[in-house]
């Protein structure tokens, strides 16, 4: 089953349609030294991690100075999962690791997946992303899926596809690149950094119902 995170919620009410439109994942934006309507304070991350019901994976997403930033994050907010944009070198995310009780997530930019092979066995997931100059996501720009699909291929860690998906092409993105998840951002909001919750609805049922039958049977 592809999986559908819900990133860069900043109000209660958008936690709540994304958690109803059946999103497996949400995402909180905090600690990004990038302008971004989506940052929300460490306090306010807290918060609505507290507030995200079980079964729904809670992900922290920043972009840390280093691997004790990124630790204290965690142990701050304590979410499910710590998502990195960040160019942090192998040996760093094995110390992150191995000291943070959450999953670890690493984006890469689409051009960079050939060589995300570095991150096997440190990672639980790579979140292929568009990103801008700073190696932030969050661009509401796609990139080549057939070239991503091929990438992918060779890893064997899940990868999940974000950069530019909404309602309209997600179900094209999942049938291209089958991948673990898929990620929105700013494709499924009325307005910076506000969700549009009829946009949410739509995003999930279309990313979950349009998969390959292969990876709609549960073992």
């Given at each position: 089953m592809t999986r559908v995170k819900i990133c860069g919620l900043t109000r209660e009410a958008d936690l709540a349609a994304a958690v109803d439109a059946g999103a497996d994942a949400v995402g909180f934006v905090c600690d990004v030294p990038v302008e971004t309507p989506r940052e929300i304070?460490?306090?306010?991350?807290?918060?609505?991690?507290a507030a995200t019901p079980p079964f729904v994976t809670s992900v922290l997403v920043t972009m840390p100075s280093g691997p004790e930033r990124a630790i204290e994050?965690?142990?701050?907010?304590?979410p499910d999962a710590i998502q990195v944009h960040a160019a942090l070198p192998p040996g760093d995310l094995a110390y992150l690791r191995s000291r943070v009780d959450a999953n670890l997530l690493v984006a890469v930019g689409a051009g960079d997946v050939p060589a995300a092979a570095r991150y096997e066995d440190l990672v639980d997931a790579l979140v292929v992303d568009t990103v801008d100059a700073d190696g932030a996501g969050g661009t509401g720009e796609t990139h080549d899926w057939d070239r991503t699909r091929e990438a992918a291929a060779s890893l064997s860690t899940p990868v999940v596809l974000a950069g530019g998906l909404t309602p309209e092409n997600?179900?094209?993105?999942?049938?291209s690149v089958t991948p673990f998840g898929v990620d929105v951002a700013s494709g499924v909001e009325a307005d910076g950094g506000e969700k549009d919750a009829d946009a949410v609805g739509a995003f999930v049922r279309r990313a979950k119902a349009d998969r390959p039958l292969a990876d709609a049977v549960e073992p």
């Open positions: 304070s460490v306090a306010r991350a807290t918060e609505l991690v994050l965690v142990e701050a907010v304590e997600v179900s094209a993105a999942v049938s």
